[in-house]
């Protein structure tokens, strides 16, 4: 089965930029649609950004459109989240998931999370 590994998450002040990866095991990566969810203590966890199989179709949520860019090398195994524009609210757990359906609204395989922290 293929295992996620998220890196890139940090300490961010407000405005400023992170670039998230998330790298699979297997090149079966290709072979799942691959999103970014985060949570934040006491909260559900919520969808970011997905991207299909191929990299050419994305979706995001509302809050982060226009601010955040997903995308994917399926040559690397591995999806990026590009965060522009970062505000304190975006302040959470980020987790790499894969699914094998599309839209993803939830995932099959999950990373163990990278840590986003903006300062205001």
């Known amino acids: 089965q293929v295992q996620l590994v998220e890196s890139g998450g940090g300490l961010v002040q407000a405005g400023g930029s992170l670039r998230l990866s998330c790298v699979a095991s297997?090149?079966?990566?290709?072979?799942?649609?691959t999103g970014w969810f985060r949570q934040v203590p006491g909260k559900e966890r919520e969808f970011v950004a997905g991207v299909s199989w191929s990299g050419e179709v994305t979706d995001y949520a509302d809050s982060v459109k226009g601010r955040f860019t997903i995308s994917r090398d399926n040559a690397k195994n591995t999806a990026y989240l590009q965060m522009n524009n970062l505000k304190p609210e975006d302040t959470a757990t980020y987790y790499c998931?894969?699914?094998?359906?599309?839209?993803?609204?939830?995932?099959?395989?999950w990373g163990q999370g990278t840590l986003v922290t903006v300062s205001s």
């Open positions: 297997r090149r079966a990566f290709s072979s799942y649609t």
């Open positions: 998931a894969a699914a094998g359906n599309w839209p993803i609204r939830t995932g099959d395989i």
